[in-house]
């Protein structure tokens, strides 16, 4: 049974650095691209990017500038976002999505709940 | 890309069937197959209900139906449930290999 578990809530202060990790289990790790997607409160779905997790090559969607950065780590079968220099828009809750079938997300992280605030 | 539009509510009676409109570009949804609908309920991850314009997963409902017209996307929700009360959000595949969501759509149950 496929498993995305993500890390628990962050509060930064703007201009501070987070990391969100996404830990997978289940199925073979490198065969399948990890997307990210930000839910601003109140919001729609957004989609920012995926990673290649074969290879490491991130692919960011438009919009979301150099401060968002998809790294992962294939001996613990996980994958990071980290957002450098937080803004208080960053406050978002951050999901992590297997993808499925070329284009879905079938199995979703539980989301991560990033709060920037002074 | 910019988000598909989508209404922002819909609400209906148990049992009454209602649709939720998807309008996208020729970028996007008219020009490919691979749009999707989820299913979204308070404090949860999202979950995927519709995919290929059409097919349903394993599990989901044949009370979920989608279809696809030019540049916009429908999903239906027959037979109407409490549990269906929920956001519903449409995703294409769009050009330069992005994906794109629409704004969502909060199904009310009467």
């Known amino acids: 049974q496929v498993h995305l578990v993500q890390s628990g809530s962050e509060l930064k202060k703007p201009g501070a650095s987070v990391t969100v990790s996404c830990k997978a289990s289940?199925?073979?790790?490198?065969?399948?691209?990890i997307n990210w997607v930000r839910q601003a409160p109140g919001q729609g779905l957004e989609w920012m990017g995926w990673?290649?997790?074969?290879?490491?090559?991130?692919t960011y969607a438009q919009g979301f500038p150099g401060r968002f950065v998809f790294s992962l780590d294939t001996s613990v079968n996980t994958v990071y976002l980290q957002i450098s220099d937080l803004k208080a828009e960053d406050t978002a809750v951050y999901y992590c999505a297997k993808i499925w079938s070329g284009s879905y997300f079938y199995d979703w992280g539980q989301g991560t709940l990033v709060t920037v605030s002074s | 890309q910019s988000a598909l539009t989508q209404p922002a509510s819909v609400s209906g009676s148990p049992g009454q069937s209602i649709t939720i409109s998807c309008s996208g570009t020729s970028t996007d949804i008219g020009n490919y197959k691979y749009v999707s609908w989820y299913q979204q309920h308070p404090g949860k991850a999202p979950k995927l209900m519709i995919y290929?314009?059409?097919s349903r997963p394993l599990g989901v409902s044949n009370r979920f139906s989608g279809s696809k017209s030019g540049n916009t996307a429908s999903l239906t929700i027959s037979g109407l449930q409490a549990d269906d009360e929920a956001d519903y959000y449409c995703?294409?595949?769009?050009?330069?290999?992005?994906?794109?969501f629409g704004g969502g759509t909060t199904v009310t149950v009467l």
């Open positions: 990673i290649n997790t074969k290879t490491g090559s991130p």
């Open positions: 290929d314009v059409s």
């Open positions: 995703s294409s595949y769009a050009a330069n290999s992005a994906l794109i």
């Open positions: 289940g199925y073979s790790f490198s065969d399948y691209a």
